[in-house]
């Protein structure tokens, strides 16, 4: 497979923008434009790494915005222009065959896009996303407003897409023959003489340019629905003769035992479930098949930190998770509290954020009779858009 690298140009001041600091590192619903858009590429599995450019006054903002980001390489310095920040991304990253050149202020950038850019390099040197240009043209002329024919123009976004070669070869000759304006990549390459594809690109893909840009993104980022989800889980064991169950991790001496598969902890068993609902990731059956005697008798806290781990591996941020136990025997109340503090542990967010409550059955039923335990379950997570 063809090895891409990104090169992310966030190099400029953004004077245009109205803002204190460069736009790329202003916040948009809590994260910073630059994190959106190396998000973009992180998340797109045909991108091999990322090469930020950036400002030397920006050391300490670039740590911020990239904390957690996999796929970056060291980031490098920029130069005077645009043209010559590109130049030191591509220096930095000549092990690589393709690169995407893609600018800091279009964190909207959509897979899809990604995908037809780096496709259009099987076929060709170059390739760019462009929209056909929708708006009339004028242009203002001395004496007075002139129509332009909008057939075949387009507008140019990023990323544009390159064989490595062909664009380090183009920008050296440019430097070399005292070119420093280019203000993309694609008008580079073109002057260089290296034949350009123009695929589709995405109305959504703007770059942050003027302040009214930023505020209409502020203000969509902050309309967003916040992508919370809840799942419910559920579980039953039944009672045989024993000398104890386990609830919620915590084991309490009683008159029967749990049966089941595992230690048959119905609380965590129906909590698991409602994690992996969160993520419509099947249930623990799916998970631990009770036909696998690896996991007879087992704990199940694995069971529950494994859900945890798969619905972060979604960045899935756990807000609270409520258990119920419904039983007649043994007395829930003295453990409620070391059953919290042990979900907490499992899953790795503060007691506060677990409930465990129980009930009896008034004696009818099933649960009534004895003859089980029933737990439910739900659990709340926020997941990052
Ligand atoms: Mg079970």
Redesign the pocket.
């Known amino acids: 497979m063809t090895s891409i690298c990104a090169i992310i140009v966030a190099a400029g001041r953004g004077s245009r923008t109205g803002l204190d600091g460069p736009k790329q590192y202003a916040k948009l619903g809590g994260r910073c434009v630059l994190t959106q858009t190396l998000q973009a590429f992180e998340a797109c599995s045909i991108v091999s790494a990322i090469q930020v450019v950036i400002h030397c006054d920006d050391q300490k903002n670039y740590e911020a915005a990239s904390a957690g980001l996999k796929k970056l390489l060291p980031p490098v310095v920029g130069g005077a222009t645009r043209q010559a920040s590109v130049h030191a991304g591509l220096n930095a990253t000549q092990t690589y065959e393709h690169v995407l050149i893609h600018d800091a202020a279009r964190p909207f950038v959509d897979e899809a896009t990604l995908r037809r850019v780096a496709e259009a390099l099987n076929s060709h040197q170059g390739a760019l996303p462009a929209l056909p240009v929708v708006d009339s043209l004028k242009r203002l002329k001395k004496t007075g407003v002139e129509s332009v024919d909008r057939h075949n123009l387009f507008t140019a976004q990023t990323p544009q897409g390159f064989h490595h070669k062909a664009i380090t070869d183009a920008h050296e000759a440019a430097v070399a023959e005292g070119r420093h304006d280019f203000t993309d990549d694609a008008a580079l390459a073109q002057w260089a003489g290296i034949p350009v594809a123009l695929v589709e690109g995405a109305r959504t893909n703007i770059k942050l340019t003027t302040a009214q840009d930023m505020e209409d993104a502020m203000k969509n980022a902050a309309a967003a629905l916040p992508d919370i989800r809840v799942g419910h889980g559920y579980?039953?064991?039944i009672l045989v003769a024993g000398d104890h169950v386990t609830l919620c991790g915590v084991k309490i001496p009683h008159t029967h035992s749990l049966h089941?598969?595992?230690d048959?902890?119905?609380g965590l068993?129906?909590l698991t479930d409602a994690l992996l609902a969160t993520i419509g990731d099947g249930d623990?059956?799916d998970h631990f098949p009770?036909s696998d005697s690896k996991w007879r008798g087992a704990a199940?806290d694995q069971f529950l930190s494994h859900a945890a781990k798969l619905v972060r591996k979604k960045n899935g941020q756990i807000n609270h998770v409520d258990v119920t136990l419904l039983c007649e025997e043994p007395k829930i109340g003295p453990h409620k509290a070391a059953m919290r503090d042990k979900i907490s542990q499992i899953i790795k967010i503060s007691a506060d954020r677990v409930s465990v409550k129980a009930t009896t059955n008034e004696r009818v039923g099933f649960i009534g009779r004895q003859e089980g335990i029933v737990a439910l379950a739900t659990a709340t997570v926020v997941f990052a858009p």
């Open positions: 579980d039953t064991h089941g598969h595992s048959a902890d119905v068993h129906a623990i059956g009770p199940s």
